[in-house]
């Protein structure tokens, strides 16, 4: 038998998150943004379920040309646009829609000799200063690019830094429309956190809407609204079974570093999970997980291969916890949800990083 863990791909999580997108932004259209092998959850395995967007936003490349292997013949958006001149063929070959976030990218294109025109999004930083051009120098960008026979239709865009937050998109819209000022063109604004949190503030309508995470089931607000506050469903469970339990007397230390000592005779889980599986190192004692349906915690430093857990909840609720017990690192199984959004908090981090993270040697199955 194989190493009990498993993730599960929950397409029909993934086509509900889709829908949700709409619901809160009907009238824009929608990329579905699957960079990152579709945030850990496979192109392949997630494009079925995501085909009914207007069109996929990705970075690489190749993730690009998988898209195009699978059928896909609808609009594709390189996010970080190009990385060297000679991508640009590559765009013309596999008719990719590309990102110009600085003057370098809008070299390479004046000096093309491509056999058609390329429909770019120009992106202005509105205050997150990582990639674009300022509202200052906006405008002078978009007529140069306007002016070369190598460019045809142009988008204006932005990214939000703080969209997650109520008010945290006004200075972020002030500088785009100054910067946008009156030159015509479609528009791309919002990530996940601006499409629900501000979804119905007109001052974000715009003709595209590009959420990623949303569509995974993971909250873009965190805790605070989390997914069953915007009716997301989680689209990625990690499953694993009990492969071996301890009996411990008080004052025993569990795992690498004694981190956890038992405060009375406890019966401790040994879960087949581990860092190299993806699941975070850093998780403190008391990050949640289901073992046999029932929430409990884990105990001790989490190892390579394995993670030990707290077997007392479990057997308070009357179950009879063995080898082979079904375990619920985050996701949903036959008994119990656990929000990944949860298990990212207790490890200080976010559902996006535990997604991204799943290992390469977890097998994946698709619902
Ligand atoms: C990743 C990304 C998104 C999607 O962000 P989410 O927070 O996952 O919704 C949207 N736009 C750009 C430019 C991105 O890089």
């Known amino acids: 038998m194989p190493r009990p863990i498993s993730a599960v791909i929950h397409t029909a999580a993934l086509s509900h998150n889709l829908l949700r997108v709409r619901q809160a932004t009907p009238a824009s259209k929608v990329w579905a943004v699957v960079k990152a092998n579709a945030y850990g959850h496979g192109i392949a395995r997630a494009y079925g379920a995501l085909r009914t967007a207007d069109g996929f936003a990705l970075l690489d490349l190749t993730e690009a040309e998988k898209l195009r292997a699978l059928g896909w013949v609808g609009p594709i958006l390189l996010l970080e646009g190009c990385f060297a001149p000679e991508d640009l063929a590559l765009c013309e070959r596999l008719n990719l829609w590309h990102v110009v976030h600085c003057r370098e990218q809008i070299d390479w294109l004046a000096v093309h000799r491509g056999n058609r025109t390329h429909r770019v999004f120009l992106k202005m930083n509105t205050g997150m200063n990582r990639v674009g051009f300022?509202?200052?120098?906006?405008?002078?960008?978009?007529?140069?690019?306007?002016?070369?026979?190598?460019?045809?239709?142009?988008?204006?865009?932005?990214?939000?830094?703080?969209?997650?937050?109520?008010?945290?998109?006004?200075?972020?819209?002030?500088?785009?429309?100054?910067?946008?000022?009156?030159?015509?063109?479609?528009?791309?604004?919002s990530n996940s956190a601006?499409?629900?949190?501000?979804?119905?503030?007109?001052?974000?309508?715009?003709?595209?809407?590009?959420?990623?995470?949303?569509?995974?089931?993971?909250?873009?607000?965190?805790?605070?609204?989390?997914?069953?506050?915007?009716?997301?469903?989680?689209?990625?469970?990690?499953?694993?079974?009990?492969?071996?339990?301890?009996?411990?007397?008080?004052?025993?230390?569990?795992?690498?570093?004694?981190?956890?000592?038992?405060?009375?005779?406890?019966?401790?889980?040994?879960?087949?999970?581990?860092?190299?599986?993806?699941?975070p190192r850093v998780a403190p004692n008391g990050t949640p997980i289901v073992v046999d349906g029932v929430r409990t915690q884990l105990v001790g430093r989490v190892s390579m291969d394995m993670i030990t857990v707290d077997l007392e909840p479990v057997f308070a609720a009357g179950n009879q916890p063995m080898i082979g017990s079904p375990v619920l690192l985050w996701g949903?199984?036959?008994?119990?949800?656990?929000?990944?959004?949860?298990?990212?908090?207790?490890?200080?981090?976010?559902?996006?990083?535990?997604?991204c993270a799943l290992a390469a040697r977890v097998p994946v199955r698709v619902e």
């Not at 200052?136 to 239709?153: H, S, T």
């Not at 937050?165 to 063109?185: K, N, Q, S, T, Y």
Request: hydrophobic share 45%; aromatic share 8%.
């Open 332 to 355: 949903q199984d036959a008994q119990a949800e656990l929000s990944i959004d949860e298990v990212a908090a207790a490890a200080g981090t976010l559902g996006y990083e535990l997604m």
């Open 194 to 279: 601006a499409a629900l949190v501000h979804g119905a503030d007109p001052r974000v309508a715009s003709d595209w809407v590009r959420p990623g995470i949303a569509l995974y089931g993971s909250s873009p607000t965190g805790l605070a609204l989390d997914a069953a506050h915007w009716k997301l469903r989680p689209a990625m469970s990690l499953r694993s079974e009990l492969i071996d339990i301890q009996h411990i007397a008080a004052g025993e230390c569990v795992g690498y570093g004694a981190r956890f000592t038992a405060p009375r005779p406890m019966r401790i889980g040994v879960v087949a999970c581990g860092y190299a599986d993806g699941y």
């Open 134 to 189: 300022s509202p200052e120098a906006y405008a002078a960008a978009w007529e140069r690019l306007n002016a070369l026979p190598q460019v045809g239709e142009i988008t204006h865009m932005t990214h939000f830094a703080c969209a997650d937050e109520a008010g945290g998109i006004d200075e972020a819209l002030a500088r785009f429309a100054r910067g946008v000022g009156h030159l015509p063109g479609e528009r791309t604004l």
